[in-house]
């Protein structure tokens, strides 16, 4: 048998499209922000809504609460962090979830 190489992101985005509404594909976009908040929460937003949020972010202050206290402190550097995600892995991503599949076989690394 001949290995041949599949146009994966066309294979995801035809797929997806019939798991999803109308309005849904009308919002997806070239490429998503990830935010990751310290090591408990990953979010993913357009990329034009991530961009808004991350300016939010210039003035941000943690609010650290005890059972005494709380006290403000400014945000650690490695507390939030942003990074880009493309369209393609996103596809991959979602339709990794809707076949219950590891990610990683949907995902071509150069």
Do not use: C, W
């Amino acid at each position: 048998m001949r290995n041949q190489k599949y146009n994966y992101v066309d294979i995801i985005s035809s797929l997806i499209k019939m798991h999803i509404t109308r309005e849904e594909q009308l919002i997806i976009h070239d490429n998503y922000l990830i935010i990751e908040l310290g090591y408990s929460q990953t979010l993913i937003v357009n990329y034009a809504d991530g961009v808004k949020i991350f300016n939010s972010f210039k003035n941000v202050e943690k609010l650290e609460e005890s059972y005494k206290s709380g006290h403000i402190t400014p945000i650690n550097s490695d507390e939030i962090k942003f990074r880009v995600m493309s369209k393609q892995e996103y596809l991959a991503r979602k339709m990794a979830a809707v076949l219950k599949i590891d990610a990683a076989m949907l995902i071509e690394k150069d």
